[in-house]
């Protein structure tokens, strides 16, 4: 079969697993702060979709490497994403809403990882190819970020979950054209996994990625609030969120490009330093619009030149037999543990200290992980 009709339903998926996210993202902090919650329970709400990240995927990566397949897992998981999703609307209770939001999570949590080692395994002779499928995932969360924010000034927030849960459904019918794509099997993988995990090098791309997510959580989760509190309308919030993504697009697109001419260790370097620099930014200048929209380029970076490398990195480190696991360690690492813990301290400092004092330690953090690359995760430059 034709390489192009292989990757076809990969690129599928992505564009609805990221709708999702340019829909939820953006706007379900919002939906939160007009149910009354207060800062700590948006934060935790916020936190569940991270949380779920911890869990789930090595769970689900286990059980794919272990079984050698793929396909079932995540189909399985994005219905029952959609079906718990669906009670969300019902009532507005906190703990309703918390139970509802993370059933949905633990089930949406475990297809990605998958998707990602099937389209890391189908584009490994040319890594650049994988770029190429991923960008469909950045295009999806731009539409649906534009979209959104127009949609959600006519209907009102409280119409948001149904749109959502539009959004999973869509993602579940992606996964039914997914093919089914074969692991190796597993041959005494414990002691191999083990010898990986203990690499300096893929302990210093954990760290790597767990601080960039830490920075990260609370951009996820008070950005949007921040925005607001700025006096910018919801249709510039999204435009705003479009932005980023928009040069998501771009970079995704030239990563062909900056792979062949750079290594993916110094990719990894340049993308957190650029995050730093956009947190300093978001920190101090957020109410200016030039600055603001400046800022929001960076996520070029911030995402799309970070989880390129990452991905990258992962599938050299890791054996074929691992890929499943390995993609779900980062997410473990990165959005689970680290985007977790840091919108939850996010919810800690916002009131305090507003989005000053929120993302200023959010470049902290991101600066930290900059000694930790420079330090550990240093490769000669390409030829």
């Known amino acids: 079969m034709p390489a ?30 007009s149910l009354a919650f207060s800062t ?35 189909l399985s998981t994005s219905l029952l994403s959609a079906l718990a999703f669906a009670f969300v609307g019902l009532d507005n209770g906190f703990w309703w809403v918390f139970v509802s939001l993370a059933v949905s999570h633990f089930f949406w949590a475990a297809a990605l990882p998958l998707v990602e080692a099937s389209t890391a395994h189908l584009t490994r002779a040319t890594p650049g190819r994988y770029s190429r499928v991923r960008v469909w995932g950045s295009i999806g969360f731009v539409t649906l970020s534009l979209v959104g924010g127009a949609l959600l000034e006519l209907i009102g927030l409280r119409n948001l979950p149904w749109a959502v849960l539009a959004l999973l459904l869509l ?41 960039l997510a830490f920075g990260m959580g609370p951009y996820y989760t008070f950005y949007s609030i921040g925005l607001q509190q700025a006096g910018y309308g919801k249709s510039a919030i999204g435009w705003l969120w479009s932005v980023g993504v928009i040069c998501e697009i771009g970079v995704f697109l030239l990563m062909p490009r900056l792979m062949a001419r750079f290594a993916l260790e110094q990719l990894m370097l340049a993308s957190l330093l650029v995050t730093a620099l956009r947190f300093v ?32 990195l992962i599938h050299r480190y890791f054996a074929e037999q691992h890929q499943a696991r390995g993609q779900g360690l980062y997410v473990i690492a990165s959005f689970g543990v680290g985007g977790s ?36 995760l240093r490769t000669p430059a390409h030829g």
């Open 171 to 211: 993602i579940a019918l992606a996964a039914w054209f997914v093919p089914e794509v074969h692991a190796a099997p597993r041959t005494a993988v414990r002691q191999s996994i083990a010898g990986t995990l203990r690499r300096p090098q893929v302990l210093a791309l954990f760290a790597c990625c767990f601080l």
């Open 40 to 74: 700590v329970q948006i934060s935790v709400l916020m936190a569940l979709s991270t949380l779920a990240r911890i869990v789930a995927p090595g769970l689900w990566g286990w059980l794919a490497d272990r079984r050698g397949r793929r396909r079932s897992i995540i």
């Open 4 to 33: 192009v009709a292989d990757l076809r339903p990969f690129a599928a998926f992505y564009f609805s697993y990221f709708a999702f996210q340019g829909l939820f993202g953006p706007f379900w902090g919002l939906y939160l702060e």
């Open 341 to 376: 813990a840091g919108g939850l301290l996010g919810g800690v400092l916002w009131p305090h200290g507003g989005v000053t004092l929120t993302f200023a330690v959010s470049a902290l953090v991101t600066f930290i992980g900059v000694l930790v690359c420079w330090r550990w």
């Open 281 to 312: 930014l978001i920190a101090l200048l957020l109410a200016q619009p030039a600055v603001a929209v400046f800022a929001q380029t960076l996520h070029a970076f911030t995402f799309g030149v970070h989880h390129a490398a990452a991905v990258g």
